[in-house]
């Protein structure tokens, strides 16, 4: 399915995961896809972006640990994590802007049209 991520699990603080969602309807149309994140009783909160021209953007929370990533040929969006922290649990959500690319400047998930079934993540103390 569209924009389904997956690769999610438990970790202990420090460990690393690859998050993956296929998006061959998004890669090389939409203005911007990305990764948002929402805690258990949070709120949305944008995790990272890249744009038509392969540019990314990162939260201030995340960067230096994360990276996002497009495989082009098998039209699939990566979110490798590092050095995973307790407040980084949350369920993530492959995502796309379709049209302005805005999501990928603001990280404000209020900017993406589309976005598929997320992938727990879960990292302990």
């Known amino acids: 399915a569209q924009l389904e991520a997956s690769g999610g699990g438990s970790v202990p603080s420090g460990g690393s995961l690859t998050l993956s969602c296929a998006a061959s309807k998004y890669i090389g149309s939409a203005h911007c896809i990305g990764w948002f994140r929402q805690s258990p009783g949070g709120e949305r909160e944008g995790v990272a972006g890249?744009?038509?021209?392969?540019?990314?953007w990162y939260a201030d929370s995340v960067k230096g640990r994360f990276t996002i990533s497009q495989d082009k040929a098998s039209h699939t969006l990566y979110l490798q994590m590092n050095n995973l922290q307790p407040e980084d649990t949350a369920t993530y959500y492959c995502?796309?802007?379709?049209?302005?690319?805005?999501?990928?400047?603001?990280?404000?998930?209020?900017?993406?049209?589309?976005w598929g079934r997320g992938t727990l993540v879960t990292v302990s103390s």
């Open positions: 995502a796309a802007d379709r049209t302005t690319g805005v999501y990928c400047y603001t990280l404000a998930p209020d900017a993406l049209d589309d």
């Open positions: 890249v744009n038509l021209s392969g540019n990314t």
